[in-house]
């Protein structure tokens, strides 16, 4: 794994044992994904591979990171995605384009038209939501919060006031203004009673409640490899 350093104003990448790969002449530096990393170099964006070749966007152009093969490029004539050749794949169409999620379909907006596209840029089906974790999404409507699956159908019924993206099959959810947990199929797991709560890191959660802040972690029940039970620890706040 490669990781950016910043020396005499300019970032450059070393390695885990802090040995230098790519000098630092880059003005702004992103992590690796799939091979490139995205820079800024003397006002231009590009891409950077693992043996310190740069490949420049057409100036003027600004992108993001790769994900399933391509990467988010905006320029003068709209949004589209290139490939790691950096050939327009997607043509620049959208007014606005987010990166492919883990699912491999990414949100677009043309207008007033949402929708979510392939990575031939087959559109999939069109609806106002967010963007992808877990193959879930999370929609509005009529001011409460629900989830669609990766085929636009609606998986969790809007019922709350509030919902962030799932993590590791769960995702926070508000109901009577606390906040709990729901799996992926909607089914409350942590009972609404926080004031704030975080998301699930490697089986492990913080939350709040009355000033004192839990800390929690799921551990498999030995009779059921299948079932998760709370455990958990707490400390004062301060």
């Known amino acids: 794994m490669k990781y950016g350093g910043k020396y005499a104003g300019k970032w450059g990448y070393i390695d885990a044992s802090g040995k230098e790969i790519i000098p630092p002449r880059f003005d702004y ?7 490139l990393a995205w820079v800024k170099v003397d006002n231009r964006e590009g891409y950077v591979d693992k043996a310190g070749k740069v490949s420049l966007l057409p100036e003027g152009c600004h992108g ?36 492919f999620n883990d699912s491999c379909l990414a949100k677009v907006v043309s207008g007033d038209d949402h929708f979510f596209i392939r990575t031939d840029g087959t559109p999939v089906f069109h609806r106002e939501a967010a963007g992808f974790s877990e193959n879930r999404a999370w ?13 636009g159908s609606v998986v969790i019924a809007p019922r709350f006031e509030e919902v962030y993206f799932f993590q590791q099959d769960r995702a926070p959810a508000k109901l009577n203004g606390l906040w709990g947990f729901i799996d992926s199929a909607g089914k409350v797991v942590v009972a609404p009673v926080y004031q704030e709560v975080g998301r699930f ?19 498999p029940k030995k009779s059921s490899p299948d079932f998760w039970a709370m455990t958990g620890s707490e400390r004062a706040e301060g």
């Not at 530096?29 to 091979?35: D, K, L, V």
């Not at 950096?86 to 169409?93: A, G, M, N």
């Not at 890191?201 to 551990?219: C, D, G, I, L, P």
């Open 29 to 35: 530096t992103e992590w690796f994904a799939e091979g």
């Open 64 to 99: 993001r990171q790769f994900s399933c093969g391509l990467a988010t490029v905006e320029c003068a004539g709209g949004t589209g995605y290139v490939n790691h050749e950096l050939e327009f794949k997607i043509e620049p169409q959208y007014d606005h384009a987010m990166t």
């Open 201 to 219: 890191s490697n089986r492990n959660v913080s939350m709040r409640m009355r000033q004192v802040v839990f800390a929690f972690t799921e551990q």
């Open 139 to 151: 929609f509005e409507q009529d001011g409460k919060f629900g989830f669609i699956d990766t085929s």
